[in-house]
């Protein structure tokens, strides 16, 4: 069974900036993409971002500007990085896979807390 392991979540003031990484239990070259979700209070889980096995990204408009999404495939490990942090960025972020299907992620991983306060 693959595992995505997330660390990285804090509580952070508004403006501030935060990395968010994730471990993979094997070689992330063996997915076709590594993505970040994330689930604020109450609300869907949405994309943030996401890698190709090829390095080619994507964010969501949200996000465009204050995040970068890189992965380290020697490390096996994907993470995002966010600044200029603000409250609706609150939320629980999600690391996940995909097999073969770029844009169908079915490995997750368990979430970490990113709490911004205003």
């Known amino acids: 069974q693959v595992q995505l392991v997330e660390s990285g979540g804090d509580l952070v003031q508004a403006g501030g900036s935060l990395r968010l990484s994730c471990a993979a239990s094997e070689n992330i070259r063996n997915f076709a993409s590594m993505a970040w979700y994330r689930q604020p209070p109450g609300k869907q889980r949405e994309l943030v971002a996401s890698i190709s096995r090829g390095g080619s990204t994507d964010y969501a408009d949200s996000v465009k500007g204050r995040c970068t999404i890189s992965r380290d495939d020697a490390k096996n490990t994907v993470s995002l990085r966010m600044n200029s942090l603000k409250p609706e960025d609150t939320a629980v972020y999600y690391c996940?896979?995909?097999?073969?299907?770029?844009?169908?992620?079915?490995?997750w991983g368990q979430g970490t807390q990113v709490t911004v306060s205003s």
């Open positions: 996940a896979a995909s097999q073969l299907i770029v844009a169908v992620h079915t490995y």
